[in-house]
């Protein structure tokens, strides 16, 4: 029996913070767009955009995750991803690499309160381009466990 030797992540940055996400998750990444607003949708979602003939809507993940909205600029772009068999697009500042780990290098998040507890499904340590010989740590975010699917219902 074979085991997973390595895991694919995308890592990105919502402002000076570093984030990954798994890439079996990730459909495409799309330059920023500015999307189609909807009413009385929570803010963070930033409306919807048509992604082939599918309407998806946009998430300000930094929004999302309780801070401030992102600026958009040159480098914002947008992961859409597919959580529990729904599309969804999450706008970010800057996707920054898609790196090979070994699932032994992620740690669990330390046992604090958070305010969503699961979101952060582990740390990892990268020595990445323009990181430093310190490297930098990336949190590795469960989409699904942001409950942004319930919210996605009510936008589509």
């Known amino acids: 029996m ?8 995308v890592t990105f940055s919502l402002g000076e913070k570093m984030f990954g996400i798994d890439m079996s998750v990730l459909i495409e990444i799309r330059e920023w767009e ?7 949708v929570p803010l963070f979602i930033r409306g919807v955009a048509n992604l082939r003939g599918t309407v998806i ?18 480098r914002s772009c947008i992961l859409v991803v597919v959580l529990g068999g ?14 090979s780990i070994d699932p032994a290098q992620m740690q669990p ?3 604090i309160e958070l305010a969503e507890p699961g979101v952060i499904a582990g740390l990892i340590h990268l020595v990445t381009r323009g990181s430093g010989e310190q490297g930098t740590m990336v949190s590795l975010l469960d989409l699904e466990v942001l409950g942004v699917t319930r919210q996605l219902d009510l936008a589509a």
């Open 2 to 9: 074979s085991e997973i030797s390595e895991r694919k992540i």
């Open 34 to 40: 500015a999307p189609t607003p909807l009413p009385g």
């Open 57 to 74: 809507p946009i998430v300000d993940l930094s929004e999302r995750l309780g801070w401030k909205p992102t600026q958009v600029h040159g």
């Open 86 to 99: 729904k599309q969804a697009g999450f706008l970010v500042d800057e996707v920054n690499d898609i790196v």
């Open 109 to 111: 998040a330390p046992e």
